[in-house]
């Protein structure tokens, strides 16, 4: 057995075949949770609460870059501030003129629309929702599986009822928030 992880989805030859298992960014309690555990991270929140709340936002949700801020937090004389300023600039930089804007543009005006409907929920939401969003079912049908597989806009299931759930991470949403 084999355990494959990628943030897209991807063909593969031959008779192999994949579950695919929705991987998604750590959200509200478990973000929390994670924040909490994190003994760096409780240091910059008792020193300057805006930069914890800062490097927090920065991760967008990514517990192992949530973990190496804290350890660098931990090592003295880092210039933490200087860190998250550079990481803040560097992510929209990466997402405006490297990756997201390719994928944003190659799911289309119609893809790009609904990620923008999709962003307008803060939670993961069953596909009537975004529908009901949209006001048009034949844009949501047509565009959300193709826009999930940009990884423009997360998949995954609802814990208890298995249901479909998507969701527009953090690191989108800036871009399709106009």
Partial sequence: RVIVT???AFPLPGPARLYPEGIESMREAELRKKVAQLD???A????DPALAARAEQVAAGNP???ERLARVAEQAGTDLTGLVT?????VVDFREEVLLGALLEAAGADGA???AYAA???LPVAQPAVAA???AEPLVAQHLDRVSALGLVEAGKDASTRDPRFYVSPVVRPLVSP
């Fill in 6 to 8: 990628c943030r897209y």
């Fill in 40 to 42: 760096g991270f409780r």
């Fill in 44 to 47: 910059i929140a008792k020193r």
């Fill in 64 to 66: 192992r870059l949530l």
């Fill in 86 to 90: 550079k990481l803040e600039s560097a």
């Fill in 113 to 115: 629309r609904l990620v």
């Fill in 120 to 122: 307008l929920f803060d």
């Fill in 133 to 135: 969003a949209c006001g």
